[in-house]
């Protein structure tokens, strides 16, 4: 694990992914985008020319799975490959009382086994278009940032619904470089998407917590879809396998869609993060983290149900950890003190950038006023004070009935027409509710919201109801019959007369906070994201016309290609491997007596003497990759597949700054050990035909 | 577990212990003092009435573990009997990397096989002498809030001295009744205490922290130590044993050292408590967890290190969360108010007290301060920001150089000669020091600090050196020397030189935060303590003159007498019923397929065919206990020991704030199960003999 966006609500990736366009690359560096590919890196460096049908065909193998991960077509019968931990939302969610399918693996031995994900969207690149002057026009000089932040919502929300009517396709408009450029990305949906094969969650993530990020790793996080149509498998581009696998020195590819990056933050943003951003975010996962373990240790059903939540945040406790070591690194900070101050240099000497100079003050003054929202906005807008399946529910029907009356422009950009078949996918999901476990999470997360809001308690006693946290969560989870689907659906349809005639308490509920909930998106939206954007739009300015614009932008969660060398690394004085064996998994085990979460599963235990242990296990390379990256394909310049992303190691956890390769490696599976592990410990010999077949 | 008041250094339980004394009782509530004991409730209720014999043999039969827990002395050879939790911590000390006593446990068949604890301090209350009128004396009704403090800190510190140099026994002045009285304890103090006994931590704590704090439980949390002087085993007064042990509906004592209760704090204190209080030290507490659990999951040697403290960690963070559900239940913080108003309106019609009704703002003006100070105290003064040994080792010597050269009456509180016995045992103890562990703990609370002191980055990269936490805490970890108890020795002789000359990494830093956690100190005595303890003594002033005298004070850490029935209670809609028996063990582990926490130790499976199943385990009663009443004797009327106060269930956690007895319960580990288990499951037959013998 873990390069996976977890649980990014729309709303926070528009939040989120305010940042800037990069210098130009240096090493293998870059996150490059499909239709400005690294040609000059490549040939420079490597001797590679990537053909445009070479591009074509890796974009179109290339998989986003909408639900924070990426992953790759693997067959000519729509097979699909990701990661473990990026099918581990779909695994949670088939799981009952006598199935635990993210613990203990699924394989369908035939297509009628393979069972139906409940509200998985897998998407596929298929176009690009720009849209910076369609979009900039739409903006007058003399607006107000709240004035600029409706306009430009406006006229995003009218390409996208026109794409759509057009062309059928998710549409959507892409803010690169800051508002540098606006690109119009259109995906072909896939939404009948079944489970073939996972393996155990402890083969998976062998090694659970404390290995999450390390290296060398012995883990096969892989899981494997088939997308249908019209009830048939599709037959689509896809990569080939490669015999041999990722080797030592080569140059490899990886295609997939890294989450967010804030490499050219100015200096104030990155202070903001490192005092006040991330301590707070790891404050809640510290006690999501200790509320799931502690609960999860009552009973084996209780783990079940909330393990694929748990292992999310532990995984981004230790990311989030780890990025901020980095941002206390004071050589990383003196680093981009130096560089901006180079940059404010050079802006000071050219009369055509004076305008821009402004923009780093602009950016340090939103800072402060994101500080005073970031609590507020937490709580409300992110619904970490309401933390419950069933109250985002709530809220999206409440909102929904809204929306839907307003003029397609001015609606929130989750419920526009073009995104609307997302969001209904999300809403009208099966999804299991457990009554016990939305109780415990709504519980605790109004007892944090208390002391956030200490200083509104007539709000905090309206929320409660006059009623203590635990008494007033179990009655709202109990009482709620938005467990129901079809009651959800009738409430959609309905809108606005379903909700205002609504007894359910849950609505109730998300109606008495949806006022102030909006009202601090709408402050953070206008008086700090388009400060921000504005303000980063010219320093990216400034930093083309003083180094050139052959960069690529911050990470959007959108598709992206990295390039690098299989290699190993020193770390304390030691050479660490590009590789490791599937023999260093049982010596790993033995090393720990084969205790959790060192344990080997029972079938590897019986099937060692069948495997071939020099097989390749893991290995390391140096592309430039980050959260979402999750099942991304490594390729070779063949365009087959060598390897599978699953993650990088804690000298990585830096890369949301900056770029490095002294020791910051991505982690992938081998293809081999994909292959060995299919045919002799799962016997699953028709799908490693599948893979291997020419 | 675990009613056990961790590691709270003196300064603290200052800090704490400032609230005030409770009306009259009802029930089987309060925590008596022993020169006012109550006759009336125990007369009125179960016709029973204590002789001075009765109570002073219970008095001189009861231990303070210094160290946060209770016990009592439970044969003519200085045995003394306390929980496995308390043991703990000096179970931790003596393990290495091939001794984990603390979850092995330990047996000396023989004298010559017990293990002389590194740093442990039992104190036995002698006699206590009431000095309210020379501490008032000292004080000028004119005096500043300042001044007030400076000439009562005089005073006491000078009580305490003249008695410890007079009669040589450890003498501490304690607040009662928030001010309304000061009595001097004095204790025999007592630091040769040897371990004879513990069970396997499984044992003790079996159901681990799922069943931490719940009932029906299995726990055999004890331990037994033997007290020593001049090398012989002391002959002291001592409990007899019960053969039958406790029963249904028994009339039962319990002696001991509750910590802490807030149970008369005004509306504004307890809103402090639940809005800013508790959840700023939950926040440290979730923090703490995380990272010991993680850091233990990496390796058996890293959980050995790590375990005590995290043990301790879950433990205060389970009791915090039960403390502030209680807060946020809205019928309590009713009753609480309820009961201020009508005081409130007494005062008002009360010509005499007058003068008081300002005390209620005072308070509340006291708590604003508070909020104010609560991070700066907590980063500096508690020394959270700087979590290692060697730290407190390097604050302590350099506070003792300064402190020294002091007049008597003008030190820090810690510093006097009367403390300072208990302040070298500590600081001069062999306790291992693993630097691993030590730059763990560091970096995280370095990288802590960081955020928390936000607004002075020039102070914390003074702290920093210029480096990052991890680096920082590497580099003071390893360059310190203090691990070396002798060059402790030396520079506590030293003082003043040594410090001033002294390049220990751990010293220059101690020096570098010791000027600003001084100032954060002192306004916390003097602007919140100071005005707190001056109001609370006119509330009680208020109270005692509306309602009467005949009640008992907060808890204070020193010994009360409590009472109450053996029996259930009943739990959504279930009877519990007042004792759990052995057998019920097997079925808890059989229900949890015996996987951890509530797998049976080897031994218990072993001799389960030896053992009478019908014994009773685990026992309730009514009896008004706290955090610091771990290792409790629970009494019969004859002073017979019938059970080992461990813990109190899920609703005694509002006994902090208020005594409740419809559900809230005492835990207590049955006589009959000691003396089963030590004969049939440990082979201890003599100490079973020597337990039980007349």
Chains 1, 2 share one sequence.
Not at 167 to 174: F, P
Not at 539 to 561: E, H, M, N
Not at 662 to 673: D, E, G, L, P, W
Request: aromatic letters at 10%; proline letters at 4%.
């Amino acid at each position: 694990m873990k390069l996976h966006l977890t649980r990014i609500p729309p709303v926070l990736l528009s939040v989120s992914l305010v940042s800037i366009a990069t210098v130009a690359a240096v090493a293998d560096e870059g996150m490059w985008l499909f239709n400005r590919p690294p040609r000059k890196e490549l040939q420079e460096k490597y001797g590679f020319e990537p053909t445009p049908e070479w591009l074509e065909h890796v974009r179109k193998s290339s998989v986003r799975f909408n639900n924070g991960g990426s992953g790759s077509f693997v067959s000519s019968d729509g097979l699909v490959m990701t990661n473990h931990h990026v099918g581990a939302d779909s695994l949670q969610k088939f799981g009952d009382a006598t199935h635990n399918y993210m613990r203990d693996g699924f394989y369908a031995k035939t297509r009628a086994d393979e069972k139906q994900c409940l509200d998985l969207e897998l998407n596929v690149l298929d176009s690009i278009e720009d849209v910076t002057q369609r979009v900039n026009a739409a903006l007058k000089p003399d607006m107000s940032s709240d004035q600029a932040f409706v306009a430009r919502r406006a006229v995003i929300n009218e390409i996208e619904s026109e794409s759509n009517k057009k062309t059928g396709l998710r549409s959507d408009v892409i803010t690169l470089y800051q508002g540098g450029e606006y690109d119009l990305y259109r995906y072909k949906r896939y939404t009948d998407v079944r489970l073939v094969f996972a393996p155990e969650q402890q083969a998976a993530f062998y090694g659970g917590d404390p290995d999450n990020f390390e290296y060398p790793r012995f883990d096969l996080d892989m899981c494997f879809f088939r997308v249908y149509e019209g009830g048939q498998p599709v037959h689509v581009d896809h990569f080939a396998w490669s015999k041999a696998g990722a080797d030592k020195d080569e140059l490899v590819f990886v295609s997939g869609n890294p989450g967010r990056t804030e490499r050219l933050d100015t200096v104030a943003a990155l202070n903001y993060s490192r005092d006040i951003g991330f301590p707070y975010l790891l404050q809640r996962l510290y006690r999501t983290e200790v509320l799931l373990n502690v609960w999860s240790g009552r009973s084996d059903e209780n783990a079940r149900r909330a393990r694929e939540l748990f292992f999310s945040a532990q995984n981004s406790r230790k990311a989030r950890d780890g990025g901020l070591a980095g941002l206390l690194d004071p050589s990383l900070m003196a680093q981009k003190k130096t560089a901006e101050e180079e940059l404010l240099a050079a802006v000071a000497k050219d009369p055509a950038l004076q305008s821009s100079a402004i923009a780093w003050k602009n950016v340090a003054d939103a800072q402060k006023v994101r500080a005073t929202l970031l609590h507020r906005y937490t709580i409300m807008e992110r619904g970490v004070g309401f933390n419950s399946t069933l109250f985002g529910i709530a809220r999206s029907l409440v909102r929904n009935a809204e929306e839907k009356g307003k003029p397609e422009r001015d609606r929130l950009r989750e419920f526009t027409t073009a995104r609307r078949p997302s969001l209904e996918l999300e809403l009208f999901s099966t999804e299991p509710i457990y009554k016990d476990f939305e109780t415990l999470k709504l519980a605790d997360s109004l007892t944090w919201l208390t002391s956030q809001l200490r200083s509104e308690p007539q709000f905090v006693k309206e929320i409660l109801a006059g009623k203590s946290p635990q008494e007033r969560a179990y009655e709202l989870v109990h009482e709620s019959k938005l467990d129901n689907v079809d009651l959800r659906k009738k409430i959609y349809e309905e809108g606005e007369s379903a909700i205002a005639g609504s007894q359910d308490p849950m609505i109730v509920l998300a109606k008495l906070v949806d006022p102030s909930s909006r009202a601090v998106r709408k402050l953070m939206e206008t008086k700090v994201e388009e400060v921000e954007r504005q303000a980063y739009a010219q320093i990216a300015k400034a930093k083309y016309t003083i180094g050139g614009k052959d960069v690529y932008p911050d990470a959007t969660f959108t598709l992206r290609l990295a390039f690098g060398t299989v290699k190993g690394y020193e770390e304390d004085g030691k050479q660490i491997p590009f590789e490791t064996t599937m023999a260093g998994l049982y010596e790993r085990s033995k090393e720990h007596h084969d205790k959790p979460p060192f344990d080997l599963p029972a079938r590897w235990v019986e099937r060692q003497d069948k495997l071939d242990l020099s097989t390749p296990f893991n290995f390391v390379c140096t592309a430039d990759i980050i959260g979402g990256n999750s099942g991304s394909p490594v390729i070779n310049k063949s365009g087959e597949i060598v390897g599978l992303i699953f993650d990088g190691n804690i000298q990585s956890l830096v890369l949301d700054f900056a770029y490095i390769d002294k020791q910051a490696r991505a982690v992938a599976v081998h293809s081999q050990a994909i292959i060995e592990a299919l045919r002799k410990v799962y016997d699953a010999e028709p799908l490693a035909d599948e893979l291997t077949r020419k």
